[in-house]
């Protein structure tokens, strides 16, 4: 069964660090692009970050210098580091997984800045 199960979201002040996981399951983890989105209601889910197979990543550009995406492929897990976070990176954070041209999504996970 393939799933993403996204982990560690919560509410935060301005200026604080938060690290979302994401756990893969049922699929070819290592081989596979691995991408963070957000969402806040009445907004476009937009692309925060991205980490290849390879380990070439990606950043929109305002979260560059703050987040940094990792990946483990002996666990099957990416995460996002999130430091200097700012009111405006609160949103519903969702793991992606780019698998044989399908796009798989996890639940989401709640992040929330206080200001």
């Known amino acids: 069964q393939v799933r993403l199960v996204e982990s560690g979201g919560g509410l935060v002040q301005a200026g604080g660090s938060l690290r979302l996981s994401c756990a893969a399951s049922g699929i070819i983890f290592s081989t596979t692009d691995m991408s963070w989105y957000r969402q806040d209601p009445g907004k476009q889910r937009e692309l925060v970050a991205s980490?290849?197979?390879?380990?070439?990543?990606d950043y929109a550009d305002s979260v560059k210098g703050r987040f940094t995406i990792f990946r483990d492929n002996a666990k099957s897990t990416v995460d996002l580091q999130m430091n200097a976070l700012k009111p405006e990176d609160t949103a519903v954070y969702y793991c992606?997984?780019?698998?044989?041209?399908?796009?798989?999504w996890g639940q989401g996970t709640q992040v929330t800045v206080s200001s």
């Open positions: 980490i290849t197979g390879s380990g070439t990543t």
């Open positions: 992606n997984a780019n698998y044989f041209f399908t796009n798989l």
